[in-house]
């Protein structure tokens, strides 16, 4: 909503989601290149090197935004590039820090399943630091003065690579067999063609019985890892609805945020609502401790330790209850609006009309949501790692990733079919820019009901599925459907 932005792009909503999905999008990009093209190590560091230049960019818009008049002309253009460079940085970096630190525990380690655990929560727990810093730090910054944040954080991406840079001396580099996916999947489909011999029926399905026809030219290996590329699919695609309502809480909520009572800090006129996803970040940085340190070494004794694709299903359950509770706080809200209970704020430099309700009432879908990242990315990323294909685990990650981008654009899609049914039912749109003219109550009730759907679907398959275990590039062990991988 920055005044050097002409008025039909003030939609920060619209801008977020597809900022969000060609950055994720990048992922499957970023995790190819490293397994198939060059080394991990190269393609963080390249990310981050294109990210750095993204930042520059951004320094350099803010200070023409700045300008007295505004040199709108130079500062668009070079914001729209510099969004655009830091979203290809995204993609390679994002999909290769966590397996590039989990690499470092060799295969023959002792407890390698439990030290991989603890290694994807304090790595979750290490992004939302910086995420709070982001948010209680830069984004205050930038309220007073744009240019100074946008500075801070061109300087932090540049001491990010310089650390990764000096931390890479006395590593552990382990050998990494590259993987050509792509070609692998084509000298399949070439292989079954030829095969004449015919195949017993398996159980798998006509695609299990179509893979294994290409078995008689194509080494069981490669055979095998599509076989578990196809399967880990269909589970990753249940993610596509849980980022959609997880991308929520980084727009609506926020803008539900700022039409309720914000407290007043020194300086300025109101809290930005942005301050309020300090809720969801602070419930991730305690529930990771207590969940690692308590919770799964209590149930682990009591013999109740739950695969990950279980964590996961409970998980999205929490994400439902969040939806629920946005729901309810947003019918009462707007019923304050209606009645006239509304104040003034004065957020970024523009007037928004607030109902007279505290923005506190927001903390249980905070804290919902909040529980639900824990239980399912953290959980998600884990996953990925151990049941991916040996060479094939920066694609396979960045396909997990991938689901957050295409999440991000089924928001725009569903939030477009919900405004289509509303308007044909009475003739106005109910998830409009400005939420006091609409009934977001419902729409989050909407996403709610979908997303209960989606979670019934994902623990079918997850009774369905059979976890792996991978050493040495090869499949070395199926240990059914009932609990995790030993280490």
Request: glycine residues 8%; charged residues 15%.
């Amino acid at each position: 909503t920055s005044h050097c932005f002409p008025r039909p792009y003030n939609q920060p909503s619209m801008f977020i989601y597809i900022f969000t999905g060609f950055a994720y999008v990048l992922t499957m990009v970023g995790g190819w290149l490293a397994d198939a093209v060059i080394s991990r190590f190269w393609t963080i560091l390249g990310s981050l090197a294109v990210y750095f230049v993204g930042t520059m960019f951004l320094v350099v818009s803010s200070f023409y935004c700045g300008e007295s008049p505004p040199e709108v002309h130079l500062s668009v253009p070079l914001y729209i590039t510099g969004l655009c460079l830091v979203a290809v940085g995204t993609g390679g970096s994002k999909s290769n820090l966590g397996l590039y630190g989990a690499k470092q525990f060799p295969e023959h380690s002792q407890n390698l399943d439990q030290k991989l655990k603890a290694f994807f929560h304090w790595y979750y727990w290490c992004i939302n630091v910086g995420g709070a810093i982001a948010v209680l730090g830069v984004a205050y910054l930038q309220e007073i003065h744009p240019l100074g944040g946008y500075v801070v954080i061109c300087a932090a991406v540049l001491l990010a690579g310089l650390v990764f840079i000096v931390g890479k001396c006395g590593l552990y580099e382990p050998d990494e067999g590259q993987e050509q996916v792509l070609s692998i999947v084509r000298g399949i489909v070439s292989a079954s063609r030829r095969a004449s011999r015919p195949v017993h029926r398996a159980p798998g399905g006509c695609l299990e019985r179509w893979l294994d026809r290409a078995n008689e030219s194509r080494a069981r290996e490669e055979v095998d890892d599509v076989k578990q590329l196809f399967s880990l699919l269909w589970i990753f695609l249940c993610f596509i609805l849980y980022f959609t309502l997880y991308s929520q809480m980084r727009t609506t909520f926020l803008f539900q945020s700022q039409r309720l009572r914000l407290p007043r800090l020194s300086g300025t006129e109101g809290m930005d609502g942005v301050f309020l996803s300090v809720f969801n970040v602070a419930t991730i940085l305690l529930m990771i401790p207590i969940m690692h340190w308590l919770v799964y070494p209590w149930m682990a004794r009591m013999g109740r330790d739950l695969p990950s694709l279980e964590r996961m299903g409970i998980g999205m359950l929490l994400s439902v209850g969040s939806m629920v509770a946005a729901a309810l706080v947003e019918f009462y809200r707007r019923e304050q609006v209606l009645k006239g209970n509304v104040i003034i704020q004065h957020i970024s430099n523009q007037k928004i009309s607030a109902a007279d309700m505290t923005v506190f009432v927001q903390v249980p879908q905070f804290l919902l949501s909040g529980m639900s990242e824990v239980m399912t990315m953290v959980t998600g990323q884990y996953f990925a790692y151990t049941q991916a294909p040996m060479r094939a685990k920066g694609t396979v990650m960045g396909l997990l990733l991938l689901m957050w981008g295409l999440g991000s654009y089924f928001s725009l899609g569903l939030s477009a079919l919900f405004n289509a049914i509303s308007y044909k039912m009475t003739g106005e749109e109910w998830f409009p820019v400005e939420l006091n003219h609409g009934r977001a109550d419902v729409f989050f009730l909407f996403l709610a009901f979908f997303m209960l759907l989606n979670t019934v679907f994902f623990l079918f398959l997850a009774t369905r599925y059979k976890y792996k275990t991978y050493r040495s590039h090869r499949l070395l062990d199926d240990v059914g459907t009932a609990e995790d991988v030993p280490a």
